[in-house]
């Protein structure tokens, strides 16, 4: 089955939805479990405002999917690819360190596939 270019896009945006919801229930509502798991300690008030901005990252591509607005849709998917690649570097920066742990390299690999998955989807709407 072959997508159109605009599904692909809206599928992009329906699974950030849910990375966003993710990292905002375990930096907001597990932030002791989520701190174990990485190097980076536990920090309630940095937890939280990553939370926060979770929430909104996920409530924006909401809109845009709802929005309907290919224009819209595209220039928050690129927002994304910046941030989830701002991010996978960030967690790859930790694992070079010598001083990493599991979690480090697991969020490296998604935010990296959500790179390449928001790259996809954006070159299939290009013109």
Same mark, same amino acid.
């Given at each position: 089955?072959?997508?159109?270019?605009?599904?692909?896009?809206?599928?992009?945006? !329906? =699974?950030? #939805?849910? /990375?966003?919801?993710?990292?905002?229930?375990?930096?907001? &509502?597990?932030p +002791?479990?989520?701190?174990a798991?990485? =190097?980076?300690g &536990?920090?309630?008030?940095?937890? !939280?405002?990553?939370?926060f901005f979770?929430?909104?990252m996920?409530?924006l591509?909401? !809109?845009?999917i709802r929005s309907?607005d290919? !224009? @819209?849709?595209r220039? =928050?998917a690129? $927002? @994304?690819v #910046?941030? *989830? *690649?701002l #991010?996978?570097s960030?967690h790859v920066?930790t694992?070079?360190?010598g001083k990493?742990?599991?979690v +480090?390299?697991? &969020? $490296?690999? =998604?935010?990296?596939?959500a /790179?390449? @998955?928001?790259?996809?989807?954006? @070159?299939?709407?290009s013109r």
């Amino acid at each position: 089955m072959k997508l159109r270019p605009a599904a692909l896009l809206g599928w992009y945006l !329906r =699974v950030m #939805v849910w /990375v966003f919801a993710l990292s905002l229930f375990g930096q907001t &509502f597990a932030p +002791h479990e989520t701190a174990a798991a990485s =190097v980076w300690g &536990f920090a309630p008030g940095w937890q !939280r405002e990553i939370g926060f901005f979770d929430l909104a990252m996920a409530l924006l591509a909401f !809109r845009a999917i709802r929005s309907g607005d290919l !224009r @819209f849709q595209r220039g =928050v998917a690129l $927002a @994304f690819v #910046v941030l *989830t *690649t701002l #991010v996978g570097s960030n967690h790859v920066m930790t694992i070079l360190s010598g001083k990493t742990a599991p979690v +480090h390299k697991i &969020f $490296a690999a =998604v935010n990296y596939s959500a /790179v390449g @998955f928001g790259l996809g989807a954006l @070159f299939s709407t290009s013109r």
